[in-house]
């Protein structure tokens, strides 16, 4: 059996670190509910708690106190990739397993974070290649271009931008990957026509994200802490499906549907999943 190593959701990114490497969990001391706030709040809320993840990955990377073990990626695709880049993931899954990136392909990230997905794809495409990454958090972006120095890659750039207003050019991109992020947009409508829009005739879209297969309770979508883990922001699979038929996306399936194993007892209303969708060529 392969070996991986450990990955948490972002509630739980500080868990590897030792007492006095951390900040406060993520979420914690937030007033108020989700369901009451605007969509600039929830960005700002989304984006103060991935500061924090970024922050505590820099901080407990450099304790060597980050080397456990996990489920989301196979050793041998990271194994060479900077401790920061991997402990500030928050993903739920893998997008660049989902389908191939072939040598000489753009590829873009929705939300990417300290760049683990853009490191594996620039692998993947090669030096021919492009990888963009897009997210909205300075710390991150900073994370980011700090490990692409670290890992000397000529191919892979990273946009300080929202998901729903990136400067790439209309058909630019041959792949749009996203990796537990979509699912945080308020909007998430305008992120799949914006992916829609710089895809190429004929080019996918690799997801793993949080999906509903039931509604959850008030007291869970109220939750601001369950926002920023991904959970209150998630939609039911087929209102987030829909979402990108109407962007203009084709062939949309789910590839895995894997049941959230939080000690909730609704938790199992939230599941991750792998999905593969097409722009019509």
Known sequence: MDEFIKLELAGDATACCSSDCCAEPSGQGQEGSAVEMTNAEVKDLVRDNYARVAQNATACCSTDCCDEPSKLYNVELI???????????????????????????????????????????????????????IDMTLDMIKLARSNAEKLELSNVEFHLTEMEHTPLADDSADAII???????????????????????????????????VNELPDEAREDKKNWVMCLSGAEPKDVYLGKMREAGFVDVQILEDKPWEGEQSWASDVHSMNIRAYKPA
Do not use: Q
């Not at 401790?83 to 072939?102: H, K, Q």
């Open 79 to 133: 194994k060479d990739l900077p401790a920061e880049a991997v402990m500030a993931s928050a993903g739920c899954g893998n997008p660049t397993a989902i389908g191939e990136l072939l040598p000489g392909e753009t590829v873009v990230d929705f939300g990417s974070g300290g760049g683990i997905d853009c490191f594996i794809a620039a692998k993947a495409v090669g030096p021919e290649g492009k990888v963009v990454g």
């Open 178 to 212: 996203s990796n537990c992020v979509i699912n945080l947009a308020p909007d998430k409508s305008e992120v799949f026509k914006e992916a829609f829009r710089i895809l190429k005739p004929g080019g996918r879209a690799y997801i793993s994200d949080m999906l509903l």
